[in-house]
């Protein structure tokens, strides 16, 4: 596709449940980001994939979030056990290999998740 | 380890005035560094970046940085604001590509409102 494409656009949960959320990059990419925004907000790092690399995943806020990557094709985030506080927009973003540093990052459109 | 900071929450600008919305980061080594855009209800969009050269940079809708290496600055302008412009502006940076990782970290956001 075009961008980056992220599925499903919105998610209401109750807490308690697991939730899978879905980010397709621009192929090509191997740089993947996840990033969480609460309402009116900044960007709040969750999770780096680089190509082959182990990931980055210095900024998952508990052991209730996971993600992964296939290679250099989509990723899932994964939260378990969802709690209110767990309510935001999830933007994922991917940009060209490393050793093209200076290139930026295209953002999907995001999933808000709301969890009552 | 790298930051940005950017330290308005919110910048208030009469239309046809000049705007300026600050950024300050922390890097080892040459940073690259990022404005991006998010309308209400829209994704993130890319406006500018420095790389290496002219420290004043020109991106779109008019808007234009000015990379200062001795304030470790990458202040983002416009010489005539719009209302249409009123949105929220987040800085990012990037480091040195190092160990396999080149993470993108975001500043907080700063608010633009551009009034009639």
């Known amino acids: 596709g075009a961008g980056v494409s992220q599925s499903p656009s919105n998610k209401v949960t109750e807490k308690g449940k697991d939730v899978e959320l879905r980010c397709d990059p621009i192929?090509?990419?191997?740089?993947l980001y996840w990033y969480r925004q609460r309402l009116g907000q900044g960007l709040e790092f969750l999770i780096y994939?680089?190509?082959?690399?182990?990931?980055?995943k210095s900024g998952l806020p508990s052991d209730r979030f996971s993600a992964e990557r296939t290679g250099e094709s989509v990723s899932t985030l994964t939260i378990q056990r969802t709690q209110q506080e767990d309510s935001a927009v999830y933007l994922c973003?991917?940009?060209?290999?490393?050793?093209?540093?200076?290139?930026?990052?295209?953002f999907g459109q995001g999933t808000r998740l709301t969890v009552v | 380890a790298q930051s940005v900071a950017q330290p308005e929450d919110q910048v208030n600008v009469a239309e046809g005035n000049p705007l300026t919305v600050k950024c300050t980061y922390s890097?080892?080594?040459?940073?690259?560094l990022f404005w991006y855009v998010q309308y209400p209800n829209r994704g993130l969009q890319f406006l500018l970046k420095?790389?290496?050269?002219?420290?004043l940079v020109k991106g779109s809708y008019g808007f234009e940085a000015e990379f200062n290496k001795s304030q470790t600055s990458f202040h983002l302008k416009k010489p005539s604001a719009l209302v249409s412009d009123s949105a929220l502006y987040f800085c990012?940076?990037?480091?040195?590509?190092?160990?396999?990782?080149?993470?993108?970290?975001f500043g907080a956001g700063t608010r633009l409102a551009v009034h009639p």
């Open positions: 973003a991917s940009s060209p290999p490393v050793r093209r540093p200076n290139t930026e990052a295209f």
């Open positions: 192929s090509g990419h191997t740089a």
């Open positions: 994939f680089q190509g082959n690399s182990a990931p980055d």
């Open positions: 890097v080892s080594g040459n940073p690259y």
């Open positions: 420095y790389i290496t050269g002219d420290n």
């Open positions: 990012a940076v990037r480091g040195p590509f190092s160990g396999g990782y080149n993470k993108l970290i």
